[in-house]
């Protein structure tokens, strides 16, 4: 069974900070990989999602690798700001999507 | 266009009833995945459709919980003899197709069995 790890459980940096999340797996026979946030109390909403063949992708102040040899993804968050405090939560999609427990984030003004 | 929708958002019961929770899906997806959300957890796989068929019911706690979808379209995920552990929130997704798709969330059923 696809097992999904995300390092850290939590983290808190200053506003301004470009930080790392990061996200492994253990099945490297995959789709897709999909990143998403979620406030407290909401629902998931989609960041970005890379597939297979590819090895990153770009929005914003978003950017998200992919090493699926390795089981390895990073979503990589630029000049980071309070308004990015939020759980981050990477999903594989083998036969169905597998999420990890999540990078709760919290940037400080 | 509009998002997948929930209903209800919030929904209290007692211990023993039966709740049925409702999704609406993006038009036109095929795919739609129901999970469970518990405090502090991360999200539990419950079911999902291709079309109207589940090709995957590996998730489902027990024989207390079933689901349906008709019509390709809105799915009802029913809880019988709800128990306090059924207590979380309830999450349904929709992607156009089971592969390769995004997944679009809505924004969830919180329950709470007293």
């Known amino acids: 069974k696809q097992e999904v790890t995300q390092i850290p459980a939590a983290l808190s940096v200053p506003e301004g900070e470009n930080l790392v999340l990061n996200c492994s797996f253990t099945d490297s026979a995959i789709y897709n990989l999909q990143w998403f946030r979620q406030d407290p109390g909401k629902g998931l909403t989609s960041l970005l999602l890379?597939?297979?063949?590819?090895r990153e992708q770009t929005s914003g102040r978003l950017n998200a690798s992919l090493d699926k040899s390795s089981g390895r993804s990073t979503l990589y968050i630029a000049a980071s700001q309070p308004g990015d405090s939020a759980t981050y939560l990477c999903a594989v999609n083998g036969n169905q999507f597998y999420f990890g427990t999540g990078t709760s984030l919290t940037v400080i003004p | 266009g509009a998002g997948v929708s929930q209903s209800p958002s919030n929904k209290v019961t007692e211990k023993g009833k039966d709740v049925e929770l409702r999704c609406d899906p993006i038009?036109?997806?095929?795919?739609l995945y129901w999970y469970r959300q518990s405090l502090g957890q991360g999200l539990e796989f419950l079911i999902y459709f291709q079309g109207n068929s589940a090709p995957d019911k590996s998730g489902l706690p027990s024989d207390r919980f079933s689901a349906e979808r008709t019509g390709g379209s809105v799915s009802t995920l029913t809880i019988q003899r709800t128990q306090q552990e059924d207590s979380a929130v309830y999450l349904c997704?929709?992607?156009?197709?089971?592969?390769?798709?995004?997944?679009?969330f809505g924004p969830g059923t919180r329950l709470t069995v007293t």
């Open positions: 997704a929709s992607s156009s197709t089971t592969t390769g798709s995004e997944q679009y």
């Open positions: 038009s036109g997806h095929t795919a």
């Open positions: 890379i597939q297979s063949s590819q």
